[in-house]
């Protein structure tokens, strides 16, 4: 399916991002991003009931299905807008796979293509132009920033559907508030009191 695209060699598992706190550039950034947020939508999409996979509390909020559906097709084609110059040679995306488990690990599997994706550029590589739709140009880091931005967003989509289940525990909502880590008094009641 991905023949063209994908690297011959598999992805070993005990393969790490960046180390948060000892960043060395943007390109380890940009990894940590991309691969290390896929990594959070593949663990809330694991805790995803299966008779939940295709639920949300609302006709306009995707759900778990959709939005790793969403997320792999995206990851997919600015793969394909990165690594096939030849914008005629471009495909479109494959068909996915209806079972939860088998979702997860196709989304895995792209994290790997986006990890090694990112390792193999050098800084004067992200100025490279693109053309990834007629009349259009982009540089390979907007590629990456638009990877990075997208897969935040998901995670955040799905992270209401985990906490609307209740899988993050019972409790009322309340979330850490920076003044409390400092010491200082709220100036207004947090969370807010709710109508």
């Not at 070993?12 to 896929?38: C, H, R, S, T, W």
């Not at 982009?138 to 990456?144: E, I, K, N, W």
């Not at 899988?167 to 508030?177: I, K, S």
Request: aromatic share 12%; net charge negative.
């Amino acid at each position: 399916m991905f023949d063209e695209m994908n690297s011959e060699s598999e992805e070993p598992q005990a393969e790490k991002n960046p180390d948060f706190d000892q960043l060395k550039d943007e390109l380890e950034v940009f990894e940590l991003m991309i691969v290390g947020y896929i990594g959070s939508l593949v663990r809330t999409a694991r805790s995803i009931p299966d008779d939940k996979w295709n639920w949300s509390f609302s006709e306009r909020t995707p759900t778990a299905r959709e939005i790793c559906e969403h997320t792999f097709v995206w990851l997919w084609c600015d793969r394909q807008q990165m690594t096939v110059l030849d914008r005629t040679q471009h495909r479109p995306t494959p068909d996915l796979p209806i079972d939860r488990m088998a979702m997860i690990q196709l989304l895995e599997q792209e994290a790997g293509e986006w990890r090694r994706l990112v390792r193999s550029l050098d800084q004067e590589s992200l100025s490279a132009e693109r053309e990834p739709w007629p009349g259009e140009t982009r540089v390979v880091r907007s590629f990456l920033f638009h990877m990075g931005q997208n897969v935040i967003y998901k995670v955040g989509q799905v992270s209401v559907l985990y906490y609307e289940l209740g899988l993050d525990g019972g409790e009322p909502y309340d979330a850490p508030f920076p003044n409390r880590s400092y010491g200082f008094t709220d100036s207004a009641p947090w969370p807010s009191p709710r109508t």
